[in-house]
């Protein structure tokens, strides 16, 4: 079992930049694939970024591509969302998820439902 932290949310400027950590709590976080969803107000859960055990396998959504790079430190128990170029459109509570083993691809990486554990989410506001 997996327990789930984010940490980094706030306040920025337009342009701005801002990194999200995620710290997990247990054993062999290493196994674990890892995402971030983000929800704004009123609306659905939708992907961000996520990678594999390794971090050599990642995925983003078009949104962010090139703005957004996740990352993670397994000495750490740690995953990162660094996010450079915010926009106001990337206001939204921002949640790291965790997946075990099995299938990965970017169809399950996407899914919210395909993730068993998650944190309790770190506001974003971007200003414009």
């Known amino acids: ?3 789930l932290v984010e940490s980094g949310g706030g306040l920025v400027q337009a342009g701005g930049s801002l990194r999200l950590s995620c710290a997990a709590s247990g ?3 290493s196994i674990y694939f890892m995402g971030w969803f983000r929800q ?8 961000v970024a996520a990678l594999n055990w390794s971090g050599d396998s990642t995925y983003y959504a078009d949104s962010v591509k090139g703005r957004f790079t996740i990352s993670r430190d ?8 660094q ?3 915010l926009k106001p459109e990337d206001t939204a509570v921002y949640y790291c998820a965790g997946r075990d083993g099995g299938i990965w691809s970017p169809q399950i ?5 395909s993730y068993r554990y ?7 506001t971007v200003s414009s």
């Open 118 to 124: 998650w944190g309790q989410g770190t506001q974003v």
């Open 74 to 81: 397994n000495a750490k128990n740690t995953v990162y969302l």
């Open 1 to 3: 079992q997996v327990q």
């Open 83 to 85: 996010m450079i170029s």
């Open 109 to 113: 990486a996407g899914t919210p439902s």
């Open 27 to 29: 054993r062999r976080f």
């Open 40 to 47: 704004a107000p009123g609306k659905e859960r939708d992907f």
